[in-house]
């Protein structure tokens, strides 16, 4: 068993599969997958998501502003305390910061998340946080504005140890994506290895990042198997271990799934 903590299956190009996402839903229950996470980046796409989430069984849901997003000058704590009520939602975000790309909104940035932080604790659903270029800041608003009863997760890591470390120092845990196969990859791989397995999700960030050797290709749910794979040989530990451990980490965190 193996679950795709975090992808966006809203976002597939679904002209690929005949316009079917059962094709490769199929796919990634074939390899083993048989939970997954679907993240929302923005309100005005939610409800169309939502209506994709609800028609599996097995497919959950977030409701958030990603910080890259227009909305997130708007966003306020009663809009995500509304929309996290609905019974399939298990997560608040995905929020956070991005200095790397926008650089020009830190301030809205930073308004943003800490709504979503406080909107966490609210609901007592845990947060999903993109950061890039931003580690200070985000571990500090985390610190400040953050439920460590509830905690979250830092998605699509490739920050340093030590930030792995103050988070899950603050109920975090960290989340690996397809980078990790990646050849330029080595310092995050090492990273890998540091952090405690009992701290990991695996995730695909689909429809980005696919993991070699499946690069050039749209990533997906089932690629999900190459991540784990990749932990298991980086910790040199076996993949069923793996499988099993981040799966339990999964509904340690989102306890409502």
């Known amino acids: 068993m193996l679950i795709d903590s975090h992808c966006h299956l809203d976002r597939l190009n679904l002209s690929a ?3 079917d ?4 839903l199929l796919a ?3 390899n083993g997958i048989d939970k997954v996470l679907c993240v929302s980046t923005d309100m005005a796409r939610l409800p169309e998501m939502m209506k994709l989430v609800n028609r599996y069984e097995h497919i959950y849901g977030s409701v958030g502003v990603h910080p890259m997003s227009d909305e997130i000058a708007d966003i306020t704590e009663q809009q995500l305390m509304d929309a996290a009520n609905e019974e399939k939602v298990i997560a608040i975000g995905e929020t956070g910061l991005d200095y790397y790309y926008q650089p020009d909104t830190v301030e809205q940035q930073k308004q943003s998340f800490i709504t979503h932080l406080r909107a966490s604790s609210e609901v007592g659903k845990p947060v999903i946080v993109h950061t ?8 500090d608003l985390i610190s400040d504005h953050g439920n460590a009863n509830v905690g979250g997760v830092l998605h699509c890591f490739t920050e340093d140890w030590g930030m792995a470390e ?3 120092a603050m109920n975090y845990w960290i989340s690996f994506s397809g980078i990790i196969t990646f050849r330029n990859a ?7 290895k540091q952090v405690p397995l009992e701290r990991i999700l695996v995730e695909t960030d689909a429809p980005y990042l696919t993991p070699a050797p499946h690069r050039g290709k749209p990533n997906e749910p089932k690629y999900v198997k190459r991540v784990a794979e990749c932990v298991a040989e980086i910790k040199g530990i076996s993949f069923e271990q793996v499988a099993e451990v981040t799966s339990d980490n999964f509904y340690r ?5």
């Not at 965190?253 to 799934?257: E, R, Y």
């Open 253 to 257: 965190l989102f306890s409502c799934a």
């Open 166 to 168: 103050a988070a899950i």
């Open 186 to 192: 080595e310092p995050l791989r090492q990273v890998v």
């Open 28 to 30: 990634a229950s074939e």
């Open 17 to 19: 599969y005949n316009g």
């Open 21 to 24: 996402l059962d094709v490769p």
């Open 132 to 139: 890039r270029d931003a580690k200070q800041d985000t571990l």
